[in-house]
């Protein structure tokens, strides 16, 4: 998409981390995205690298500046930093409202054409959104306006963050059982293991991870659960007897827990293209959960005052509805069932009945979120519109 004659068109997209992989996964993969798809030079200004360095081992966490995968990543030392107008990009994106600094902002009001300024919010399904989605807001002091942009499920919205090329790398992947074998036993996963049904789990440490542990030990067929490093370490080490390390192991009755290596981005998509069924957290992988057509169970970042259940069920009234199994796994899973520890065996067995069913809406609900379109692509169109207002003096 041309951008009126700007190329190449840069852009500053600021990350502050919260939710440890969460905040910088969508981050990093909206950046390198913007750069591969279409073309844009894009800073990613990001305060903590070693939550960067995980997902992208081969990211330095002693680094002011440093290229990655075609995307210039610099150190957020923090608001006090300064800036001229020439630092300031052509669109600046700061991700959950994370406040850039005030340096960066009033660079931004002196440069001529201004910036394109956006908040990328968190995603919801909350019917509220739709109404926000795109609103402007003026600057109390100076001559910007910022806009916000949401993620969500309908097409009043800006829709997920997908790239291009992930449904033909998924079928690819799906439909090729040997590559699928040779993954997992890149990363120890035995032959006896991959027979069993293969569940992965990331999870918060607060998730009720020993009382699923206790029901899949119970069950009646294998279960193998792939868990990476540092995830429900506690809960996991109790399991092994052991420390939660890469390769440790233990099956105890029906269960299998294995510890996975922390993995880069690309290969925790393989990850739950070769799970039968996956537990994910946040919103990063919560997306990828939704584009790998598998049954998930969706572990959302808490918040004060349990507003996280209102989003919980507004996803669940669009996603599983008729679906009675998964709407009590979830609730169960993110404590908004009550204290119900004797009960989870039941709530599995219904869970695991229903993965059919599951598997089907899976299918059907990617079908419908690919309506909506990229929410890359979805961005660049309301960008490209804000800056011809801008360089035509109409906004």
Known sequence: MSFVNQTPTSLALFCKVVDNYGDIGICWRLARQLQHEHGIAVTLWVDHLPSLQRICPEAAIDADVQQQAGVTVRHWRGQAMQFDVADIADIVVEFFGCDIPEGYIAAMARREPRPVWLNLEGLSAEEWVEGCHTLPSSHPRLPL???????????????????????????????????????????????????????????????????????????????????????????????????????????????????????????????????????????????????????????????????????????????????????????????????????????????????????SRALEWERKMLENGDFAANLIAFIAARRVGILENKV
């Open 145 to 359: 306006t910022k806009y916000f942009f949401f993620p969500g499920f309908t097409n009043k919205t800006g829709g997920l963050l997908r790239e291009a090329s992930l449904g033909e790398r998924r079928r690819q992947f799906q439909t090729d059982p040997a590559a699928s074998a040779a993954f997992l036993a890149q990363l120890g996963v035995t032959a006896a293991e991959m027979r069993a049904l293969k569940v992965s789990l990331f999870c918060y440490p607060h998730a009720p991870v020993a009382a699923l542990f206790d029901a899949w030990q119970a069950g009646d067929a294998a279960l193998t659960c792939l868990v990476p490093e540092g995830v429900a370490a506690d809960a996991v080490a109790a399991f092994l007897g052991a420390a939660a390390l890469p390769g440790a192991a233990a099956t105890r009755g029906a269960l299998t827990v294995r510890v996975l290596p922390f993995v880069a981005q690309a290969d925790y998509d393989k990850l739950l293209w070769a799970c039968d069924v996956n537990f994910v957290r946040g919103e990063d992988s919560f997306v990828r959960a939704q584009w790998a057509g598998k049954p998930f169970v969706w572990h959302i970042y808490p918040q004060d005052e349990n507003l996280h259940h209102k989003k919980l069920r507004a996803f669940l009234q669009r996603y599983a509805n008729g679906l009675e199994s998964l709407i009590a796994m979830s609730l169960h899973w993110n404590g908004a069932a009550g204290d119900d520890r004797a009960g989870w065996p039941a709530v599995w067995q219904a869970f695991h009945a229903d993965m059919e069913k599951m598997t």
